[in-house]
């Protein structure tokens, strides 16, 4: 049958089918590609729609419906017709990240907190550091769900400084408790949070204020007591071995007798927490492209995988299984690009969960704190968890930012580095002074300057 001859004129270019039938009748090159090698690499140079498309959303049809109502079908179908141009391969890879996007956007307006100012500032120039001041409790609650790829952080020990201070244990506890669980909502799916903690002597303040009531307190088991709580799964502890450590923080007292023996602290946790939230949404096959797929066994706690059921698939396997993937695995394979790989030195480094880094120093021999800060951790955990779990250009956020470690490293590290930090001091130290010094450059102070 002879197809219907539309100018340009009268297409409606919000209207899937009319473009497609206009695109594929007017543009010559476009009719071209239909008949040559589907693999054809100068295809992929052109700004051509290929048929393939069509026959994606064919194969499609029906679990797309499964996932959007009509009006979403519509808009992503208009979305896709509209942006995605090139060979075969390239209209899979690209209708697969469209689909992917177009999930994430739906799954982010379920959450009505979201401040798109903020968001728009946080996540509009990749390659500013950003430093944001106050609470950051407030700032997650404004931020958009599953919107930061890596959170790296050392949250205030409790009572261990004189900047922050809890009147009882169970009140810090909790205060962190929320702030973990807005972590886990702003951090993308299938993404760590890496947390270092130690354990500390102190009193919890419930029982009695008095130097009696002072004991060993494990923050890192009640803090990965709260990771769970709110969804996180522990995956990994590293012992940070600090060798002969500056404080002396034991309790031998100077007897040489049984039951006064306590060893000197010179350890602290570097957890690594990984949120799973099992998400059933259809994804689409990674070699076809169609969504005809089937759920597979699950993959891992919080890990749905699916098998591709499209008998036309371009990979079965000899027992002619279809394409088995999550949509973790695909994260993976997405990552996997030269500007990515990890250097040896660095994974040879952390290839123990035992690993021994000096303790940053921070007073100098005239006993003077040169960092104008009192708990900086050492750069090597930022640049181990940013190279190791992000790829180059994603976002990594350290809600209790301090010296401004992490958001130093990893904009060294070319991610779209964001800190928040409480205190007005550290924060003006960090914004005219560390940043100057590491990096030669102020980062962007998101809404409020410290002035
Ligand atoms: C252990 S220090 C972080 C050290 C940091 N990793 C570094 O290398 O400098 C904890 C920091 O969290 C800050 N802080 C405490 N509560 C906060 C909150 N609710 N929001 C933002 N920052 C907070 C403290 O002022 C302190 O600077």
Known sequence: MKQKQLTRKEIDLNDPEQYYLWRTTHDKASRLTDVRPQNDDVSCKTDVLHPYLDKI??????????????KLLHEFRTNCFRDIRGDRDSTIEQFVKAYYDFVKREYQKEYTGADSDLNQSIFSEPHAPKALWGNCLDFLRRMD???????????????????SQWKTLDDYLDEMSSIIKECYRVLDNHRPFVFNVGDIFDNDNIHTKSSWGKRRIPLGAYFTMIFEEHGFQFVDDFIWDKG??????????NRPYPLYQYPINCYEHIFVFYKHRLDETLYPCPVCGCLKVNGNAYSGVGVKSWECKNLDCFERSAGNRGKRFSARTQLMTGLQRTE???????LQRWR???????????????GEN???????FPKEIPE???????????SVLDPFAGAFTTTIESFRQGRNSIGIELNRTMFRDAVLTRFSNMLGMRPKEVEREWI
């Open 370 to 376: 040169v960092l104008g800060h009192t708990a900086p």
């Open 384 to 394: 181990y968890a940013v190279q190791v779990f992000t790829g180059v250009n994603e």
């Open 244 to 253: 002969e450590v500056q404080t002396q923080r034991h309790k031998n007292g």
């Open 145 to 163: 769900s599953e919107s930061v790829h890596l959170m790296v952080t050392s949250p205030p020990y409790y009572n261990a400084r004189n900047y």
């Open 352 to 366: 123990r969960d035992v690993v021994k880094l000096a303790p940053v120093i921070k007073i100098n021999s005239k």
């Open 57 to 70: 959303f064919e194969v499609s049809d029906k679990y797309l419906r499964r996932v959007f109502n009509e």
């Open 340 to 346: 990515n790989v990890v250097g040896e030195d660095l």
